[in-house]
Nanobody
Framework: QVQLMESGGGSVQAGGSLRLSCVGS??????MAWFRRQAPGREREGIA?????????FYADSVKGRFSVSHDSASNTLFLQMNNLKRSDTAMYYC?????????????????????WGRGTQVTVSS
């Protein structure tokens, strides 16, 4: 059974940094991604993804240049380094996994692309 567990969330002032982690099962040649939900009832927004088979990374415009996604295959851990945080980055952050699949621009940041999800970690950015 696949289990994903996020950690690293917390409260930070605008301009600060946080690093999120997601420990999960080992699936090579898979896509892992970070999503966030900024308010209850809203859809999750895909913000960063990585193909573990080759390391290619992808970002939503909202975080490009500030966030960096990486994956350590030895520890089966997905990371999200978040720099220059803004109040608008306040959200519950989730990691997601689609085993043995790459993605394309049309589906990479869609919730339905991913079969497995963590429970989330809260990030709160204050001014």
């Amino acid at each position: 059974q696949v289990q994903l567990m996020e950690s690293g969330g917390g409260s930070v002032q605008a301009g600060g940094s946080l690093r999120l982690s997601c420990v999960g099962s080992k699936y090579p040649y898979s896509t892992m991604a970070w999503f966030r939900r900024q308010a209850p009832g809203r859809e999750r927004e895909g913000i960063a993804a990585i193909y573990t088979g080759g390391g290619a990374t992808f970002y939503a415009d909202s975080v490009k240049g500030r966030f960096s996604v990486s994956h350590d295959s030895a520890s089966n851990t997905l990371f999200l380094q978040m720099n220059n945080l803004k109040r608008s980055d306040t959200a519950m952050y989730y990691c997601a996994l689609e085993p043995f699949q790459g993605t394309h621009e049309g589906n990479r940041f869609l919730e339905r692309t991913y079969s497995y999800w963590g429970r989330g970690t809260q990030v709160t950015v204050s001014s």
